[in-house]
């Protein structure tokens, strides 16, 4: 790209009035805006989540009814059991008036007693009389049930649809609610407790002030009271506007329901503009008391909101969330088991790849990151798992969620040195100068450019092992060192004798110097091997009378600077094998 220069040679800056977006072509005259709600005192962007809200799992129901391939029962009992490990306390477990499979379901939850006495079971019905004595009578013998019983509110529905007005919905709704009650005190009695949702279907179409007077309506009838609260259910059926807008309608309703202590406010969104989880949680903020949702956003379209995401963003934010995702692996797989679909690889929190780096900056942070965190840790006296969690790129500890530390850092084309690095000292306890680092990642790099993809760790430590550690079944180079004995000099020198294999001749090297690597460099002289020791490092591998050390040398030989690494039991044999190491990729071919 090339830019005008300007009076004084100097490229033209990129400014807003050089980059000039044209109109798409698109149809936009067939859409129209959102609407505002005017609540110039709205309180909620002050609000922060310091606790959890209710929560409902709708999995095996608004998830359910969007499969390709509807839960079997089999699948279903596996989803329920998952769900109630997990800690959901409120479960919507089917439409049981839709057909004879979510009764079956529902009745066998219910007569294998399978619900936990603190859980509360909830099914989906329209308002029809019928409908409603079937759905009620699914519920016969359970110890917490809630009916939800819901109409279409919104304009275009009563227009399109139902071609009915206001006062023509809103009698559908209290109807519905005197027969839910009706039936319930038959069918029921005092052996459930019993509770009652309503929902104004598609809300976030619906107008505010009518939107209010239904349900006022159904409370009405309700007549909630203390010990006897009510559900009232606002979903975004359709997602229309931003979480901020989202937040003022929750807003304005709170505001304006009677008996509002009473009422428990629920937000229902769905994800049809991508911003589920935002408009959750900003309707939380604005007044609402529980969230309706499935796991990993299964449900219509484009899903339900993201129970998963939610409850990991308040436990991300020191908020305990009550539900327990310690085991994020295990309820991933299980979800896709009995959804028949995958979870994307890059899904918040649970996805395959989302504690994974590639990128060479951020695997480089990454590491510096544990590191940094295990030197607070032992300055503190603690371990590292009572200290604040604070890694570059890692909103949370992997292992809080039951993952292991080792799929943090994959290297591919992308990466550098501190990946490599990371690599080598999370397995295998190698902790490789920054120097040396540089020049491995290298190596690496040259073979992800060359092959493409993602080198695993196991390949990883395969090249490192050929190019510095070679093995007994793939060995070159021209010293084979054999063994080490050091003694002391009249003047308090070190001499050291070494026995090894030079250019496939078994040889006996002498020499002496101001310590065992001088007094090895002296005695390899005689191979005429030229080299200086420019950097030198060690630390222990492992702990106990065991103990492994690793060295590394950085030597200058025949021209050519490079490292080489010894590990050994006894850290002079260690720091030897370094510099036949690195004598040795000297002379390679």
Request: glycine share 8%; hydrophobic share 40%.
């Amino acid at each position: 790209m090339s830019s005008t220069p300007n009076s004084v040679g100097r490229p033209t800056p990129i400014t807003a009035a050089t980059v000039r977006q044209r109109p798409s072509g698109m149809p936009i005259h067939r859409y129209r805006p959102y609407e505002s709600v005017r609540i110039p005192d709205r309180t909620w962007p002050e609000k922060r989540i310091t606790k959890a809200p209710r929560w409902l799992s709708t999995d095996l129901r608004d998830g359910n009814q969007a499969l390709i391939d509807p839960m079997s029962p089999a699948r279903k009992r596996a989803m329920f059991d998952l769900l109630v490990s997990m800690g959901y306390k409120e479960i919507e477990v089917g439409f049981p008036s839709s057909g004879e499979t979510d009764f079956a379901f529902v009745r066998s939850i219910i007569e294998e007693g399978a619900i936990p006495e603190d859980v509360t079971i909830s099914v989906l019905t329209q308002a029809r009389e019928e409908l409603i004595e079937r759905t009620v009578e699914s519920l016969r013998g359970a110890p917490r049930a809630t009916v939800h019983l819901y109409n279409a509110t919104a304009p275009l529905f009563r227009r399109v649809v139902f071609r009915g007005g206001r006062e023509e919905t809103k009698q559908i709704a209290v109807d519905g609610t005197r027969l839910v009650m009706e039936y319930a005190d038959k069918i029921l009695g005092d052996q459930t407790v019993f509770g009652y949702q309503y929902s104004p279907e598609i809300f976030t179409d619906t107008e505010l002030d009518f939107a209010l007077e239904v349900c006022e309506s159904v409370m009405d009838v309700w007549q909630p009271e203390d010990g006897r609260e009510i559900i009232l259910n606002l979903p975004a059926t359709v997602e229309r506007s931003t979480p901020s807008t989202h937040a003022d309608r929750f807003e304005w309703m709170s505001r304006n329901l009677s008996r509002r202590e009473h009422v428990c406010l629920s937000v229902h969104p769905h994800n049809d503009r991508g911003t589920a989880v935002a408009a959750a949680e900003l309707a939380i903020m604005a007044g609402a008391d529980r969230i309706e949702g499935c796991l990993f956003g299964q449900g219509e379209r484009t899903g339900n909101v993201d129970l998963v995401t939610l409850g990991m963003n308040l436990f991300s934010q020191g908020v305990d969330p009550q539900i327990d995702f310690s085991r994020i692996d295990d309820i991933r797989r299980t979800a896709e088991y009995c959804n028949q679909m995958e979870v994307h690889p890059r899904h918040p929190y649970a996805g395959d790849l989302v504690y994974t780096a590639f990128s060479g900056s951020h695997q480089d942070a990454i590491k510096k990151g544990f590191e940094a965190l295990e030197s607070d840790a032992a300055a503190q006296g603690k371990g590292v798992d009572e200290i604040e969690w604070a890694v570059p790129y890692l909103p949370i500890d992997p292992k809080d969620v039951g993952r292991s530390y080792e799929a943090v850092i994959r290297v591919n084309s992308q990466s550098g040195k501190g990946g490599i690095a990371y690599v080598l000292k999370n397995d295998h306890k190698l902790d490789l100068p920054r120097r040396m680092q540089i020049e491995f990642s290298k190596i690496i790099q040259n073979k992800t450019d060359a092959e493409g993809g993602e080198v695993t760790p196991a390949e990883i430590w395969a090249v490192f092992q050929d190019e510095y550690l070679p093995m007994p079944d793939n060995a070159w180079g021209r010293i084979a060192l054999r063994s080490a004995q050091t003694s002391t000099t009249n003047d308090g020198g070190d001499a050291l004798t070494v026995e090894a294999v030079v250019d496939g001749t078994e040889t006996v090297l002498t020499g002496t110097g101001n310590g065992p690597l001088a007094a090895f460099v002296d005695a390899l002289a005689a191979t005429g091997v030229d080299v200086r020791v420019l950097d030198y490092a060690e630390h222990a591998q492992t702990e106990g009378a065991a103990a492994q050390a690793a060295s590394y040398v950085e030597c200058a030989i025949d021209g050519k600077v490079l490292w080489g690494v010894g590990i050994d039991a006894n850290i002079v044999r260690a720091s030897i094998k370094a510099v036949v190491s690195a004598v040795n990729r000297a002379y390679r071919d």
